[in-house]
């Protein structure tokens, strides 16, 4: 990101921006940052906080008056975190032993999705053109015989895993993000076959696959539960 | 809430430590109007796109073109990295491409105006990768009559 900042502003567009993580902005000195305390992935803050995302965005913004820099101002602002109720359990078991396949699982979830998408009025699934069926009978298909190339195998299970949490946002007792999360690699049948699929990507000859299975299948935070398989 | 790295779970700051970062002898300052007679983009490191663009890829230093007329609806994200949160995205957009926020902030005179156009990188581009399409994109910022870029990472 930072580097952005160098290569812009040298052809003469001013530039500012927010830092996720301090050290790396530290180390890239871009002229401007506004460096927040937000978890990865949520630069302004809060969803549907529009006062709170403005506040940022304007704080950002502002630094572009300064030519002081590099510089890294502090946003004085925390999102507090979701409170966390111990105990929680996914309303309607979708653990894998409760449906007999993937599809199955898929299936089940439409009318969640449905309604998640009524909801919020659009969806963010759709990177890979597949409708969620077939995107099932890809990642199936990658376990069961031969591995398909990466990126389409990618897309495919993007593509599910927003329909999975997008999915779960709908339940009647949904529970926090991160719940949401702990139940789709705890709890579904997608989360195991992904689980499953980690060994064989990561032994694949092709590079692609390699670096699939070793980096982009499943996250820092997730891969302690491939120890214990 | 993050920190500093230290604050994150190890094998989360051990994944961010590893990542290899550029550094540059010294960092250009531009000076200029203030913001309320700025033109602004939104840059965005986050790998969004139009539902039925080109998905990014590994390596991948191009960049994605969004109308600022683009509804909420159309944005997909095909980043690479899996670890960072995709379910704030999935509530709201705004949380990762405020365009409505920037909209705001032009109808109540804190901004000048908004580009016509913004645009979307995917992060974990090598910065030797993403250097051609960013001087590029500087030349198509001015011919929009932009002075400012608000970068956004992910």
């Not at chain 1, 990865?40 to 002081?68: C, S, T």
């Not at chain 2, 550029?22 to 796109?49: F, W």
């Not at chain 2, 960013?134 to 970068?151: R, S």
């Amino acid at each position: 990101m930072g580097a952005l900042g160098h290569f812009l502003e040298r052809e003469g567009i001013a530039t500012t921006g927010i830092s996720l993580v301090r050290e790396h902005t530290e180390k890239v000195r871009p002229p401007r940052a506004l460096w927040v305390t937000f978890e990865l992935g949520r630069p302004l803050g809060q969803p549907d906080d529009p006062p709170f995302q403005r506040r940022v965005a304007k704080a950002a913004l502002d630094l572009l008056a300064r030519i002081d820099g590099p510089l890294i101002a502090d946003y004085p602002e925390d999102v507090t975190e979701e409170a966390d109720f111990t105990g929680w359990a996914c309303p309607i078991s979708l653990a894998p032993t409760q449906v007999d396949s993937l599809g199955a699982e898929i299936d089940r979830l439409a009318t969640w999705h449905d309604r998640a998408v009524a909801a919020r009025g659009r969806s963010t699934v759709g990177v890979s053109g597949l409708d969620m069926p077939s995107a099932g009978a890809l990642v199936d298909g990658a376990l069961a015989g031969s591995l398909p190339p990466a990126q389409p195998l990618k897309e495919a299970i993007d593509d599910l895993k927003a329909y999975y949490l997008e999915a779960a946002s709908a339940f009647p007792d949904s529970g926090t993000d991160r719940m949401r999360k702990e139940w789709f690699w705890s709890e579904t049948r997608l989360g195991e076959v992904l689980l499953a699929l980690q060994p064989k990507l990561a032994a694949s000859d092709d590079p692609q696959h390699k670096i699939l299975g070793n980096l982009t299948l499943i996250p820092a935070l997730e891969r302690h539960r491939l120890a214990k398989r | 809430m993050v920190k500093r790295l230290d604050d994150l779970p190890e094998v989360e700051a051990n994944h961010l430590r590893r990542v290899e970062c550029p550094t540059y002898d010294d960092t250009p300052l531009l000076g200029g109007k203030p913001l309320a007679e700025r033109r602004v983009a939104i840059i965005s490191t986050a790998g969004l796109h139009r539902r039925g663009d080109r998905p990014f890829r590994p390596g991948d230093g191009s960049y994605r073109v969004i109308p600022a007329e683009t509804p909420a609806r159309d944005l997909v994200m095909s980043h690479i990295s899996v670890n960072f949160d995709r379910t704030g995205f999935q509530q709201d957009s705004n949380v990762v491409f405020p365009i409505d926020r920037l909209r705001e902030l032009v109808a109540d005179g804190a901004v000048g105006s908004m580009a016509s156009v913004h645009y979307s990188f995917m992060g974990a581009f090598p910065p030797d990768a993403a250097k051609p399409h960013a001087q590029h994109l500087a030349g198509l910022l001015k011919a929009d009559k932009v002075d400012a870029a608000l970068l956004v990472p992910v």
